[in-house]
């Protein structure tokens, strides 16, 4: 049986701000995103979201220093700093053997890949701007797009570390708003004022995006998607950033599966924070920790 139905929420100010992470959680499921944003119900870190934190933040660490070092970090400097972010949120030892089995494999492989990634793909990247911040608005949405970008290199790509089980699907990019967010909020500060309120930028400045994803694995490995978004991507970007702020605004906040001609896809549910309370969860409390979940998102 699922846990009972989630109780205890904050309501949450009136909406600002859209986020990259807002828009892709809503497209991801509704539900999820009501219980993260409108109720502002905390979620635990799992396995795989600490070690997503963790590479994510020693990353920033490690070019931000890059940017006036020109090196990258010594590894026990890296490896101290995924340390430190690891014991401030993995829980103890409980004693339960699953349990603290799947928090001891995430990390030695968490370790393990961050070491793979500053050996062998770091030492190329020379970085321009670090965690980046960034506003645009879209077309017949109220709100406008705020966020961080984690990376543009020297020759102005945009750069995002992802860590996953298993390679991305070669077509991720095509269709990742994340992504999309964080080409169109560079070319807004690249192109400034040549950008009219309430427009998108011009495909000119669209900078070319990249996706690193650290596979945890024996052996660890790297997987690079790369992309360059145009006018149609743009168009397709606006419709659905408008139609997600319509769902919002409208407190449309079903289960993703619950749309019409909806799948009920559980992998949806292993990924979710919240999917060991919420009734609606496809998956069992049981299940989640052997799941192969991707990192979890960094709020911008």
Known sequence: ?????????????????????????????????????????????????????????????????????????????????????????APGPTGAADFDDAWEDAYEGGRQALEHYLTEAAAALVPHLVEHRFRFTVPSVPWPVVGTVDLVDHNGTVIDFKTSRRPYDATYLDSDLQLMCYAIGYAAFRAGSRVRPGELPSPYFIPNVRVDVLVIGDPPSVQRLEARYDREHLREFGERAASIAAGIEAERFEAFWRAPDAVEDASVCRRCAYADRCPDALVLPDELLKADGEDGDQEE
């Open 1 to 89: 049986m699922h846990a009972p139905p989630l109780v205890g929420f904050r309501v949450a100010p009136p909406l600002r701000f859209l986020s990259p992470t807002k828009l892709r959680t809503y497209a991801t499921c509704p539900l999820q995103y009501r219980y993260r944003y409108v109720d502002r119900l905390e979620a635990p870190y799992t396995p795989a979201s600490l070690v997503g934190q963790a590479i994510h933040e020693t990353l920033e660490v490690n070019f931000r220093a890059k940017k006036h070092t020109r090196r990258d970090l010594p590894m026990f400097e890296a490896q101290e700093e995924f340390d430190r972010v690891w014991d401030r949120h």
